[in-house]
């Protein structure tokens, strides 16, 4: 069963800036994807990003060039780099990884609590 453990969720101000980490129990590189999900008080689950097994990343189109996903493989590690946060960034963080064969295996973390303040 795989396990992914996210961490660097907290409390900033409205401007601030957090990285949050996701490390699964398995190697990173049997995963074909990985990415970020957020979900808002009273809200749905919505995508913020993905990065592929070869680095390939993607946005959600009204994140583009605050946020930045990452990998590194020696430790094992995806990173969401959140900058010139807003209240509205404020969620729950879902790291998500996905191995794909004749079907798409999901696999989701805990969440971890992002809060900013105006």
């Known amino acids: 069963q795989v396990q992914l453990a996210e961490s660097g969720g907290g409390l900033v101000q409205a401007g601030g800036s957090l990285r949050l980490s996701c490390a699964p129990s398995g190697s990173i590189s049997s995963f074909n994807q990985m990415g970020w999900y957020r979900q808002a008080p009273g809200k749905q689950r919505v995508f913020v990003g993905t990065?592929?097994?070869?680095?390939?990343?993607n946005y959600a189109d009204s994140l583009k060039g605050r946020f930045t996903i990452s990998r590194d493989n020696a430790k094992n590690t995806m990173y969401l780099q959140m900058n010139s946060l807003k209240p509205e960034d404020t969620a729950v963080y879902y790291c998500?990884?996905?191995?794909?064969?004749?079907?798409?295996?999901?696999?989701w973390g805990q969440g971890t609590q992002v809060t900013v303040s105006s």
């Open positions: 998500n990884a996905q191995i794909k064969l004749f079907r798409t295996l999901d696999y």
């Open positions: 990065i592929s097994r070869d680095g390939n990343t």
